[in-house]
Structure formats: C-alpha cells, structure tokens
C-alpha cells in the first residue's frame, strides 16, 4: 500500500499569484499522478511525473501553468502558477502500487 | 483516446431498494478501478477488476467486469443511508480515466 500526504490542505489565494503544493509518499515509486478536481467534476488528469525527467502533461494542460519537480522516488510538487478564479478546484497527487491506484487527501484551493 | 461514461449521473435510492451502476469505456483495458467519495474528501478505493468476468463483493456493493463489451457495473443491494456518496469507476490505459461519477442519494 502506500500513504500519501499532502500540503497545505487547502488554501485560499488572490489571482495572479502562485501556489505550490507537496505530495510526499511513504515509499518509492516510479510514476506520480496529479489530478484536478473542479468543483461538483470529477478528476481530470494534469500531469505523469517521473522522477528525472520531465513531467508529461495531458491535453489543455502546459508547464508554463502548472510545472511540475520531481526531486526523488517519494515527493513531488505541483505549482499553479497565475492563479484566476477558475483554477479553484481541489488537487490530487495518485500513485500506483502494483495494482492499486492511491489517492492524497488533496488541497482544496479558492482563488479570490 | 480513451473515454469513460457512468451513469445514471444521479441517483435517488430508498433504504433496502436494489440499483446498479453502469460504467462504459471505450478502448482495450484490463484494469477497471470504481471508487467512492464523500464531500469533501478524497476517493477511498472499492475494487479494483483485473480479468474478464472478474466479481468482487464488499457488504452491499458487488462489482463486475466484461472485457468484451467495454463494461462495468457497480450493483448496491439493499442500499442503506451510509452509503450515500459519489462514485466514480475509473479505467487504466497508460494512464488512469475517470467517469463522470455517480452521485448517489439514499432515502430513508
């Protein structure tokens, strides 16, 4: 199995500014998984993080606003960069091991 | 690309009634996960399909699986209150896509 943190839990933020958000795992693992969840929606996936390389980023999702580090085998970060209020929405990091797909708790962000 | 569609979107249950879930995908996967979510919280896993003809049962809610047909079913019997939630089937392809999600309601 594997545990998942994730910080801050939520925030509240003004537009134009940025947020990075920590995903941290209770073990090593290949592939990190950042998801968003816009109110009332379900997940949308953003980005596949290796560790040493760069993140690979789905369709209608660019580094420029949301780049991703991913420093080692446990930890990665998430960056919303010039944040307007549509970008209010709850953010997953997710992990697979063997065959499960974990979950963080997420961090519910409001954009004022 | 791969799309995922569940529904009924909504759903409105009496205690001890009997509904299923259907979650429909559109490319080859051998792995379907279906996941619940209260308000507010993150997904909690349910099951997790490996196989054609794969059944999974946990209390009240039993999950199935045909590879063939590109099908999912999420199958609540005897709902009861607790058991109101959000849930989402999701499909593993490279990567994992989620259905729209479920909101289940059950009523006294």
């Known amino acids: 199995s594997a545990v998942i943190s994730q910080k801050p839990s939520r925030d509240i933020c003004q537009r134009g500014t940025s947020l990075t958000i920590q995903c941290q795992v209770d073990?090593?693992?290949?592939?990190m998984f950042w998801y968003r969840q816009q109110p009332g929606q379900s997940l949308t996936l953003i980005a596949t993080?290796?560790?040493?390389?760069?993140?690979?980023?789905e369709s209608g999702f660019v580094i420029d606003k949301f780049p991703i580090s991913r420093p080692n085998l446990t930890f990665s970060t998430l960056t919303v960069s010039n944040m307007s209020p549509e970008d209010s929405s709850i953010y997953l990091c997710?992990?697979?091991?063997?065959?499960?797909?974990?979950f963080g708790p997420g961090t519910r962000l409001t954009v004022t | 690309e791969l799309k995922v569609e569940q529904n009924p979107l909504f759903l409105s249950m009496q205690e001890g009634k009997n509904y299923t879930i259907y979650c429909n995908y559109s490319?080859?996967?051998?792995?379907l996960y279906w996941y619940r979510q209260d308000p507010g919280k993150s997904l909690e896993s349910l099951f997790v399909?490996?196989?054609?003809?794969a059944v999974k049962q946990e209390g009240r809610l039993m999950a199935s699986l045909d590879t063939k047909a590109r099908l999912s079913t999420l199958h609540i019997t005897a709902a009861v209150h607790d058991l109101s939630a959000t849930y989402f089937c999701a499909v593993l392809n490279n990567d994992m896509r989620f259905g729209a999600g479920t909101r289940l309601t059950v009523k006294p």
């Open positions: 997710s992990v697979g091991v063997l065959y499960e797909q974990y």
């Open positions: 399909l490996l196989s054609n003809g």
């Open positions: 993080a290796n560790q040493g390389s760069e993140a690979t980023y």
């Open positions: 073990s090593q693992v290949t592939m």
């Open positions: 490319t080859t996967s051998d792995r």
